[in-house]
């Protein structure tokens, strides 16, 4: 089993839908969760991290369930400009082992 | 800060030639970290450095790979013999433990080769 793993893709949906992505680790040390978005050909950049009573930021909610081992992203209305792939990141302690899941790729039609 | 600096951007070589990818970190940040993203494997850490000394270099993949950090400003990611299994895109990132534990990647380095 990978330590990270995430919903496959792709994605499709319309402007304005809601869309949600889900994402498991098997590591339960871990201790830091981010969410990152990459477009296409470019490098990974930092979306929100999350925080254990979950966190908002603008159009974008993020979840996560420490029991269940699981982390959650919702993009309300979303755009055409959401469209990329999702990448969820666990770090197992307060060090640097950052572990990157496959990533979900999202694709926002007009 | 101009954010992390790769170089070069593109690279085409063949097979059996050396290649040496760089690195300049957002200055301030004392972790450094090389990883390699492929469509098959997704983004694999391949070593990471903190204060210029090598931590983790479990996620190298042989001794073709080798990684230097002389100082706080430079990193090299070197293969010795390149294969074409080596085709991917490398990445560098840099974070500093006084901030909020985040990485910010350098625009990669893609390398292909033939």
């Known amino acids: 089993r990978k330590e990270v793993e995430q919903d496959p893709g792709p994605f499709n949906v319309p402007e304005g839908a809601t869309v949600a992505f889900n994402c498991t680790y098997s590591?339960?040390?871990?201790?830091?969760f981010f969410w990152y978005r990459q477009d296409c050909r470019k490098e990974p950049k930092l979306l929100m991290s999350?925080?254990?009573s979950g966190n908002e930021d603008g159009r974008f909610t993020a979840q996560l369930n420490r029991a269940s081992q699981y982390i959650s992203l919702l993009i309300r209305d979303s755009k055409l400009s959401d469209s990329a792939t999702y990448l969820c990141?666990?770090?197992?302690?307060?060090?640097?082992?950052?572990?990157f899941g496959p990533g979900t790729r999202l694709s926002v039609l007009p | 800060d101009a954010g992390v600096i790769q170089s070069p951007r593109h690279e085409v070589t063949e097979m059996g030639q050396e290649v040496t990818l760089r690195c300049k970190p957002i200055?301030?940040?004392?972790?450094l970290f090389w990883y390699r993203q492929t469509m098959m494997r997704g983004l694999e850490l391949l070593i990471y450095f903190n204060n210029n000394v090598p931590i983790d270099d479990s996620g190298m993949p042989e001794d073709r790979f080798s990684a230097k950090m002389p100082n706080a400003s430079f990193s090299t990611l070197k293969i010795q013999p390149s294969e074409p299994r080596d085709s991917a895109v490398y990445f560098c990132a840099s974070s500093g433990t006084a901030g909020a534990n985040v990485l910010t990647f350098g625009a990669g380095s893609r390398l292909t080769v033939l």
């Open positions: 590591n339960s040390a871990s201790q830091s």
């Open positions: 990141v666990v770090n197992s302690d307060y060090g640097q082992n950052f572990v």
């Open positions: 999350v925080y254990s």
């Open positions: 200055s301030g940040h004392d972790y």
